[in-house]
């Protein structure tokens, strides 16, 4: 699938999930693409509205990483930012909802909590 030039991604986000009482939360370091090799770079480069590449491994799977092709910044706030998760393959969006599906059947999976991460970079 062709994405938009504007919707091209020059920064992309390494990190280490881990389930938040909000939903998915991660640790990691942000990317500036646009320099070989890339170089690391801090949350005041991304704005609301940007898209980034996300790179998340599973804190107990170490083995493959679940990549987020597009993601869109909702906001930042000193080292944190928030991201939609806008374009992933199915088989790694079935991989965020059971890592973010609670222990028990008996409660249910709010919408939209694994379609939406917050990132401590």
């Known amino acids: 699938m062709m994405m938009p ?3 091209v991604s020059k920064i992309a986000i390494d990190c280490i999930l881990s389930k938040g009482s909000e939903g ?10 646009s320099s070989s090799p890339p170089l690391i770079t801090g949350p005041e480069t991304l704005h609301p509205g940007d898209y980034v590449k996300l790179r998340l491994w599973l804190p107990d799977d170490e083995s493959s990483a679940i990549y987020i092709d597009l993601a869109e910044v909702q906001w930042v706030k000193h080292q944190w930012v928030k991201l939609d998760l806008l374009l992933t393959s199915s088989k790694d969006q079935a991989r965020l909802r059971e890592f973010i599906a609670p ?3 008996a409660v249910p999976l709010p919408h939209r909590m694994w379609e939406q991460i917050v990132i401590r970079a």
């Open 5 to 7: 030039q504007a919707m």
């Open 24 to 33: 998915l939360q991660g640790e990691g370091c942000i990317y500036a693409l």
């Open 103 to 105: 222990t028990t059947q």
